[in-house]
């Protein structure tokens, strides 16, 4: 088995222990000196920086939030001089302002690494040609997965995302051996290949990293075969760096969170207490070594969770569930709670790709959910009743899963859009 830094990656948790609480009482301190915002925060709640002994005080600590970062937007929330900052990045968000987190050199050196331990835990050397097709510029996707690439010494290819057939071409003269991108653009750039021409053994592509959004067991397998790799999940947040907060390894048996630098908490999102292990909730992190943007108890809005059960890659990092979606993601249609991966499941089941949109409106005072799938080329038929025959598969099977009705409409295929990054998948026309 192989690892970047397997001393830390493989530690004992009492060693891991030690580290986060010495690395979090200077963060805390760090933080009350020099981030006054969340300083009045503490004070507000009746706690001081001497109140912070352990790191089970953290529960001490108030709860950060994306209305905290839009309030303190733009330099309320940094720990150092502008100065000494040497790079931004800013989420993808489409409404309002959008959130800016800043990066010192060292902050970027330790970002880099969190991705280097995750292309090698996807079986990457220095041998490799790393192929980054997640967007570069303000989203933290090419950037991380360049770093993490560089720093390990592989051959990067920053050809960012777009221009799918060129992507191919390019995998396929350079001899791609990893490709990193969003789930979706990973499942487009299979189905191109196909209509190309082309099958898995015309790219020698191995693995892929990809992450950014959320995407279902059943899509990752399609994935893996259309493109003949092993497929990785990775994790992260603008707010914490960027990917690599969490990855996966060999075993994809969920994502291990880089804990020398992120405490992970789960929380209930209504009250805010912490959850015991096992339990999904909220997740909540910590940045432990981070100087431009230290945040603390930074609500992340992610519905997951934790597990500390041992590992058969030797990795000692506890390791958090794929996300279910974002709990702003979370749907209530008629008074349930959906997640639009667990329609995904339903669909991939039933021999569909990821191309679908979910169109969710309010008709006389009663919600209504709209499922659009695209037929696979295989199923396009002239006979109108093995349409409706799918079509009727496919809405007892989101009964069963959700237990409200949905109304499926099956489309031509090519007609969804495709996405060269994360993918829209919900059109909630009553916020509209
Ligand atoms: O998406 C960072 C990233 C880039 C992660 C490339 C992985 C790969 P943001 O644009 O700030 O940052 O969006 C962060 O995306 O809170 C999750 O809701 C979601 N997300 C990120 N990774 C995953 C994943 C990047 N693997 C938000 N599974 C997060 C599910 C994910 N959701």
């Known amino acids: 088995m192989a690892y970047y830094q397997e001393e830390i990656e493989c530690a004992s948790p009492e060693t891991i222990k030690g580290i986060q609480e010495e690395k979090f009482l200077k963060q805390v301190r760090h933080v009350w000196d020099n981030v006054p915002y969340y300083r009045k925060k503490m004070e507000e709640k009746g706690v001081f920086v001497d109140d912070i002994k352990s790191m089970a005080d953290i529960s001490k600590l108030p709860f950060l939030s994306k209305a905290d970062l839009k309030v303190a937007y733009p330099y309320g929330l940094l720990g150092v001089p502008l100065s000494e900052c040497v790079r931004i990045h800013s989420t993808s968000g ?10 010192t050199k060292e902050d970027i050196d330790l970002w880099d690494t969190c991705c280097a331990r995750a292309i090698v835990a996807a079986g990457g050397t220095k041998d490799d040609v790393v192929h980054v097709a997640y967007g570069y510029g303000l989203f933290t996707g090419g950037a991380g997965l360049d770093g993490g690439s560089h720093k390990l010494g592989c051959l990067t290819v920053p050809v960012s995302s777009g221009n799918t057939e060129r992507q191919i071409l390019f995998m396929m003269d350079l001899k791609a051996t990893i490709l990193a991108c969003t789930p979706s653009y990973a499942a487009y750039l299979a189905e191109s290949l196909s209509e190309m021409g082309y099958g898995p053994d015309d790219i020698p592509l191995k693995a892929g990293i990809f992450g950014a959004e959320a995407w279902s067991e059943e899509m990752r397998r399609d994935i893996e075969a259309k493109l003949g790799i092993k497929a990785y999940d990775i994790y992260g ?3 914490l760096s960027g990917p690599g907060v969490s990855f996966e390894c060999s075993a994809q048996g969920g994502m291990h969170i880089n804990e020398d630098h992120f ?3 789960i929380i209930d999102p209504d009250t805010g207490e912490v959850l015991p292990e096992g339990e999904y909730g909220e997740l909540v992190f910590t940045a432990l070594d981070k ?5 603390l108890r930074y609500r992340t809005r992610d519905i997951c969770r934790l597990t500390r059960e041992k590992c058969s890659c030797g990795r000692t990092f506890i390791r958090m569930a794929k996300p279910k979606g974002r709990s702003d993601d979370m749907l209530i249609i008629r008074g349930v709670n959906v997640f639009p991966s667990q329609i995904e499941t339903v669909l991939m089941k039933e021999g569909y790709a990821a191309n679908y949109q979910i169109i969710v409106d309010r008709v006389k005072n009663t919600d209504t959910l709209d499922v659009h799938v695209e037929l696979m080329p295989e199923m396009f038929t002239d ?5 409706d025959e799918r079509r009727r598969a496919l809405e007892t099977g989101i009964h069963n899963i959700l237990g409200i009705k949905a109304k499926v409409t099956l489309v031509a295929p090519k007609t969804i859009q495709r996405s060269e990054g994360k993918a829209v998948r919900v059109i909630d026309k009553r916020k509209i």
């Open 94 to 103: 489409t409404t309002g302002k959008r959130v800016i987190a800043f990066y």
């Open 237 to 239: 947040l603008t707010e």
């Open 263 to 265: 405490y992970a908490e």
């Open 291 to 295: 100087k431009a943007f230290p945040l």
């Open 383 to 387: 006979s109108i009743s093995d349409i």
